[in-house]
């Protein structure tokens, strides 16, 4: 029996912060107590539950560093799962792009291939947090079913996203937005960039539909959760509904987000959107969604330690949202959005997925971070 103390800590439950210890036994949460007990003290910092990370393709980066690199997989894999665990992510999906067109910086095998080099460091005990697959799937793509097909046979899939990125379309309702994005990031003329964003349009006028149906079917027969993302209107949640999505990533306008929770979908914003004070491409701002009641779940996207500090300075910006709440947003919400039922709160029998956090003033540090009672960082 594996047995240990923490005490004289700020306890972030639930629904309230209480002073106290938590005894943790054999990975899991055994006891909290009001009182003090003898064990590690805290000094009176926070201890939260383990943040739950559902979107973020942060490990492409450690992959791909630079245009033409490509790193050692299972090396990228330890570096991302790293920075994520120094973060407070405990359980982390790692979103993994199917679907492929111009802009795309890797191949569906190279994502296959990391899908691979993460579950190979999970079973050689290499990672700090515990990683399951997410697949974000271009829709419009042409070649996302033949790639999806690489991945749902033998892989545990657990969360599917519902994409499409083709001019005028969610993100990109507005054409001069994408010609502004893509032709920036892709440095075409204006000759070359008309061709492509025709074939673009092109592209989503014969596959979008028909791929999203597929794709819906294939993860409803598998049990595996769908997410729809950059919902922008009334009508694309209306489909989403109909599609049995259980989260709503990234609603673009607060209409959307408003529907979508609605609906019974799970809405979830970007952390450092709420922590910028909006969102980088003019959509709507986490924190207003907060403000007015329709968001349910934080994710780091692309900054893995915008969790803590979002979750730490939402209370501020929004009074009516308690430290307690705030919390729930990056660890209970995200877990049982996606049916894990077993962590994502400090309540005795859930698994001991927990963070010792400094927070007094300023940016938050992440003192110390422990999964299934253990020490990972």
């Known amino acids: 029996?594996?047995?240990?103390?923490?005490?004289?800590?700020?306890?972030?439950?639930?629904?309230?912060?209480?002073?106290?210890?938590?005894?943790?036994?054999?990975?899991?949460?055994?006891?909290?107590?009001?009182?003090h007990a003898h064990g590690e003290d805290f000094e009176?910092?926070?201890?939260?539950?383990?943040?739950?990370?559902?979107?973020?393709?942060?490990l492409e980066g450690h992959f791909a560093p630079r245009p033409g690199v490509r790193w050692n997989a299972i090396a990228?894999?330890?570096?991302?799962?790293?920075q994520l665990a120094t973060a407070g992510v405990t359980t982390v999906f790692d979103a993994l792009r199917v679907g492929m067109d111009e802009d795309a910086k890797t191949t569906t095998t190279e994502m296959r291939g990391l899908a691979d080099a993460i579950l190979a460091a999970q079973r050689e005990g290499r990672c700090r947090a515990d990683h399951l697959l997410h697949l974000r799937c271009e829709v419009s793509a042409p070649d996302v079913l033949d790639g999806l097909d690489q991945f749902l046979d033998d892989l545990p899939v657990r969360l599917v996203s519902l994409m499409d990125h083709s001019p005028g379309?969610?993100?990109?309702?507005?054409?001069?937005?994408?010609?502004?994005?893509?032709?920036?990031?892709?440095?075409?003329?204006?000759?070359?960039?008309?061709?492509?964003?025709?074939?673009?349009?092109?592209?989503?006028?014969?596959?979008?539909?028909e791929h999203r149906a597929r794709i819906v079917a294939l993860?409803?027969?598998?049990?595996?959760?769908?997410?729809?993302?950059?919902?922008?209107t009334e009508d694309h949640v209306a489909e989403a509904e109909r599609d049995g999505i259980a989260i709503a990533e990234f609603p673009t306008t607060l209409p959307a987000a408003a529907a979508s929770q609605a609906a019974g979908m799970k809405v979830l914003m970007g952390a450092?959107?709420?922590?910028?004070?909006?969102?980088?491409?003019?959509?709507?701002?986490?924190?207003?969604?907060?403000?007015a009641g329709h968001l349910d779940?934080?994710?780091?996207?692309y900054v893995p330690f915008s969790l803590v500090i979002a979750a730490f300075e939402l209370p501020q910006r929004v009074p009516s949202i308690g430290l307690p709440e705030a919390i729930s947003y990056v660890s209970r919400a995200p877990a049982e959005a996606v049916g894990l039922h077993d962590r994502g709160a400090i309540r005795q029998g859930l698994r001991?997925?927990?963070?010792?956090?400094?927070?007094?003033?300023g940016v938050p540090l992440v003192r110390a971070v422990w999964r299934e009672g253990k020490r990972v960082a």
Request: hydrophobic share 40%.
């Open 169 to 209: 379309q969610r993100q990109f309702a507005s054409l001069e937005s994408y010609r502004a994005f893509y032709q920036g990031k892709m440095g075409m003329s204006d000759e070359v960039y008309e061709a492509f964003a025709a074939r673009r349009i092109a592209q989503a006028e014969r596959y979008s539909a």
């Open 297 to 301: 779940i934080l994710s780091s996207d």
């Open 272 to 291: 450092p959107n709420l922590v910028r004070g909006g969102s980088h491409s003019g959509n709507v701002s986490a924190q207003a969604l907060a403000e």
């Open 352 to 361: 001991a997925d927990l963070l010792r956090v400094r927070a007094d003033e």
């Open 219 to 232: 993860c409803s027969e598998r049990g595996i959760a769908l997410a729809s993302h950059d919902d922008a």
């Open 44 to 58: 009176g910092e926070y201890l939260v539950p383990g943040f739950v990370e559902l979107h973020t393709d942060h």
């Open 1 to 35: 029996m594996r047995e240990t103390v923490f005490t004289n800590a700020r306890i972030v439950l639930e629904d309230e912060v209480v002073e106290g210890s938590v005894c943790i036994r054999d990975g899991l949460i055994a006891a909290i107590d009001s009182g």
């Open 76 to 82: 990228a894999v330890q570096a991302h799962d790293a």
